[in-house]
């Protein structure tokens, strides 16, 4: 009887045994996949250190705030310069040129 139970415990240990070794010799492969994992990791922070770098860049480049609109109610004297249309007219459009 003692020999049937010591029997099963010898048949336990080895199997116990057998069955780590496989994840032993894996130990050198897991060790690979954590560093190509570490390596991905910081390529990625680099990576998104370079995105928030173009930000930056990018919202400095922006175009300046559009400066407001010119005064509605505008009084200009054309003085005797000649003219066509109402000279009472609401809108009064001048046109500079130069014609050279």
Known sequence: ????????????????????????????????????????????EAIQKDLQEIKKLLTARQAPAPTPAAPLNVVLDVGE????GDQSARLTLVEFTDYQ
Not at 81 to 84: H, R, S
């Open 81 to 84: 310069n000649p003219f066509k």
């Open 1 to 44: 009887m003692i020999k049937k139970h010591f029997l099963g415990f010898l048949q336990c240990s080895v199997l116990i045994l057998w069955s780590g070794i496989p994840v032993a010799a894996q130990g050198g492969a897991v060790n690979e996949l954590k560093k190509e994992i570490e390596t991905l990791k910081q390529g990625q």
